[in-house]
């Protein structure tokens, strides 16, 4: 009876074992609902913070190019200015529909 090689066992049984371990949904932050090169309009609110507002379907005077787990990169319209924003200073991400 042939026997079968300890190290082929072993990649078996990590082989079967990585596939049983459920993967946990992915969480969602604050930024889930934006994505990189999407328009928007950033307003300054009292305090330094900052208020996001996303108009579907409208032009932005700015860009998201980049979104962090705690932070959100915007570019304005000519590229000349990119703002770096932490997490703590958004107040509030507004995303409004425009009537069909």
Do not use: H, W
């Not at 009292?46 to 915007?74: C, H, M, N, W």
């Not at 924003?85 to 509030?92: D, E, R």
Request: proline share 7%; glycine share 6%.
């Amino acid at each position: 009876m042939p026997r079968i090689p300890y190290a082929l066992a072993l990649i078996v049984l990590l082989n079967a074992t990585t596939v049983a371990v459920p993967q946990e949904p992915a969480r969602k932050t604050i930024f889930s609902s934006l994505r990189e090169g999407q328009k928007i309009t950033l307003k300054e609110t009292q305090g330094g913070r900052f208020e996001i507002v996303v108009l579907k379907d409208a032009p932005g005077v700015s860009k998201i190019t980049e979104i962090g787990q705690d932070y959100i990169v915007i570019v304005d319209t000519f590229g000349f200015t990119e703002l770096r924003i932490p997490v703590t200073s958004i107040t509030a991400i507004r995303s409004i529909k425009m009537p069909r």
